[in-house]
């Protein structure tokens, strides 16, 4: 299972200039026993502790997708930890394709959104190349 989609879908600036992210993560194949598991929940604990103590605000946004409904209680349990900016940066879809398309190609433009994801991307780019623009 892929977590985050080609890594960052794309990077943005916010108004004082710092670079900020924007991820896909296809949470499609998530398994309740699997990756909710009694090692698992402190490892997305720390992960969010460590996120926001080293990293406030650069999460622009996060769109979830093909999220099972497992994935809901899992987010709730750490959005506690979350400063607000980075709760409103969570936008979680389930299966339903055309509602995550329409509602990330408010932010992304088609061509630099992956074909399968409703866009109209593709070819990969290599990381030498990758040049992800938003829609302005």
């Keep these: 299972m892929d977590f985050i989609e080609e890594n960052a879908?794309?990077?943005?600036?916010?108004?004082?200039?710092?670079?900020?992210?924007?991820?896909?993560?296809?949470?499609?194949?998530?398994?309740?026993?699997?990756?909710?598991?009694?090692?698992?929940?402190?490892?997305?604990?720390?992960?969010?502790?460590?996120?926001?103590?080293?990293?406030?605000?650069?999460?622009?946004?996060?769109?979830?997708?093909?999220?099972?409904?497992?994935?809901?209680?899992?987010?709730r349990l750490v959005t506690p930890l979350m400063t607000e900016s980075t709760r409103d940066a969570f936008h979680i879809f389930g299966y339903d394709r055309e509602e995550f398309r329409k509602n990330v190609l408010e932010t992304i433009a088609p061509e630099n959104l992956p074909f399968r994801y409703g866009g109209t991307k593709t070819a990969k780019l290599g990381k030498d190349k990758m040049k992800l623009l938003a829609v302005n």
């Design 9 to 75: 879908a794309q990077l943005t600036y916010n108004l004082t200039g710092d670079s900020t992210s924007m991820l896909i993560a296809d949470l499609n194949g998530f398994s309740l026993t699997k990756h909710s598991c009694i090692g698992c929940i402190p490892f997305y604990l720390n992960f969010v502790r460590h996120h926001e103590l080293h990293y406030p605000y650069s999460l622009y946004k996060l769109y979830g997708i093909n999220a099972p409904a497992v994935v809901l209680p899992i987010i």
